[in-house]
């Protein structure tokens, strides 16, 4: 006798499709609690090894001759993966550009995830494609106020962003020389590789920001088309380069200007630290990342030109997605929209957020996280037993154990990390290794500060039976 056909699982759209992520939902929801309260920190206990064995435990056998079924496979799966995460939403987990996403940013995902829209052709995605027209060109002109046809895109962040203005740079002056500081992001390099450019100039200094004087003379004795880019924010050190003397440089000596604000570029909408970002519209292109400082789960990127007319390299026609008579009949052509073809409408979750905050929910939540990385500045200055690098203009914060080597502080993160008590960068700034610490979550507390100070403390090989005096946050 013919065993019976197993029931086909159900779609996630359609008028049925809700009700049949319902029940998904709860098992899902029911996984992430139990992972995280088992995981019981900001990252799994154990290391590579211990993380790797608990996950193989879990999906193998990973393709079975027979399924389990959707509830037991989901459960475990979500389960093991929350249980082995690094969770951005610790306090204690602050190595990284690494955002704690709003739950509204990742519910409107979940909508993304069920809908399934494809951005490549107007037949595919037309509401998404007309949401992101309209979010696109609000933020084009926040970004450039004074522009007459400012533009944007949705990238896949930095790296996307930074390509796309070394790629239109190209486009507009031939085969460009890029000039950047020590601490431009590794993407910059990367796209000029990849653009068939010559290797970027990066002109050191002690902070690895871009110093006017040392691009000055750059920009006189190297032979152009050059194209400068500056940092408003740095990945290493948060630092926000010079931008309105960057500017003037660059239009004395007509440069092109790119600037990489992925991780500063939300100050826009930060009200009293604005003024941070003066000089930012003076750049021919900028990048932004709302998956850092606008708590977007990935990826929530953006390439904004001041004038639209220098996106028309990207144009591309494929007759099965924009055929000439369509477009010109009326549909909308959206693959000069992106360097890539599918790609998900990533604008639904930054429009919620934009929608449901506003103005001044964004300005609470960028003040508070700015002001937490103030607080641990000043922690760490008044502790006898640490250095603090500098005082932040963001949220990285870099500090080291007073008198502790290189190879003493990488064990210390390391120690931390294996233990999952605590998650820190490394970065190198004056030929040190420092510890970094990027607070990106806004309900950040002083006692969470304190506590990762004291865990910093017991990892110190030197200080681990020292007594621990930390002075109150102010």
């Known amino acids: 006798m013919t065993a019976p056909l197993p029931t086909p699982p159900p779609l996630s759209g359609g008028s049925a499709g ?17 992972g995280a309260a088992e995981r019981g920190g900001p990252l799994p206990a154990g290391g590579p090894e211990a993380v790797a064995a608990r996950v193989r435990a879990a999906a193998e056998p990973v393709l079975p001759e027979h399924g389990e079924g959707a509830h037991p496979v989901l459960h475990r799966l979500v389960r093991a993966v ?18 704690p996403p709003l739950a509204l940013a990742a519910a409107a995902d979940l909508a993304v995830c069920a809908l399934n829209p494809s951005m490549d052709s107007w037949d595919q995605a037309p ?43 190209r486009e507009r002056h031939g085969a460009v020389q890029t000039v950047c500081g020590s601490g431009a992001h590794h993407s910059v390099r990367r796209a000029a590789w990849l653009l068939g450019l010559p290797e970027p100039l990066a002109l050191p200094t002690a902070h690895g920001g871009l110093d006017p004087a040392a691009l000055d003379d750059a920009l006189t004795r190297l032979p152009g088309p050059h194209l400068v880019v500056a940092t408003a924010g740095t990945t290493d050190t ?34 009293r630290h604005r003024a941070l970002l003066a000089g930012l519209d003076r750049a021919h292109s900028i990048t932004l990342d709302l998956h850092k400082l606008g708590w977007q789960p990935i990826a929530a990127g953006l390439f904004a030109v001041a004038d639209r007319d220098r996106l028309a390299p990207l144009s591309l026609t494929a007759d ?42 964004l300005a609470e939540l960028i003040g ?57 960068g490394r970065t190198r700034a004056d030929g040190r290794l420092w510890l970094k610490a990027t607070l990106l979550n806004p309900y950040t507390t002083p006692g969470d500060l304190r506590q990762l100070i004291e865990l910093v403390e017991g990892s110190t090989p030197d200080d681990r039976h020292a007594p621990r005096r930390i002075p109150p946050a102010p």
């Open 368 to 424: 508070r996280t700015l002001d937490a990385a103030q607080r641990f500045a000043g922690l760490i200055e008044r502790h006898p037993r640490l250095e603090l690098w500098e005082r932040p203009q963001l949220s990285t914060v870099l500090f080291r154990p007073t008198g502790a080597g290189d190879e003493q502080i990488a064990a210390v993160r390391r120690t931390l990390l294996t233990e999952g008590r605590a998650v820190l």
């Open 18 to 34: 809700p009700d049949a992520l319902r029940p998904l939902l709860d098992t899902v929801l029911d996984a992430l609690r139990e």
């Open 320 to 361: 099965y997605l924009n055929a000439e008579d369509d477009t010109a009949a009326g549909l909308p052509d959206l693959l000069g929209r992106s360097l890539r073809t599918t790609r998900r409408p990533d604008i639904l979750k930054i429009a919620v957020t934009l929608g449901a905050l506003g103005r001044d929910g």
């Open 82 to 99: 929350a249980q082995g995460a690094a969770d951005p939403a610790d306090p204690r987990c602050a190595a990284h550009l690494h955002t």
């Open 127 to 169: 509401a998404a494609a007309a949401l992101e027209e309209t979010v696109t060109a609000a933020l084009a002109a926040e970004i450039y106020p004074r522009a007459a046809a400012p533009a944007a895109l949705v990238t896949t962040g930095g790296t996307e962003s930074n390509q796309l203005g070394l790629l239109l740079a």
């Open 238 to 271: 948060g630092r926000i380069d010079p931008l309105p003397e960057i500017a003037d440089l660059c239009a004395r000596h007509r440069a092109e200007l790119h600037i990489d604000a992925a991780y500063g570029g939300a100050l826009l909408f930060a009200g």
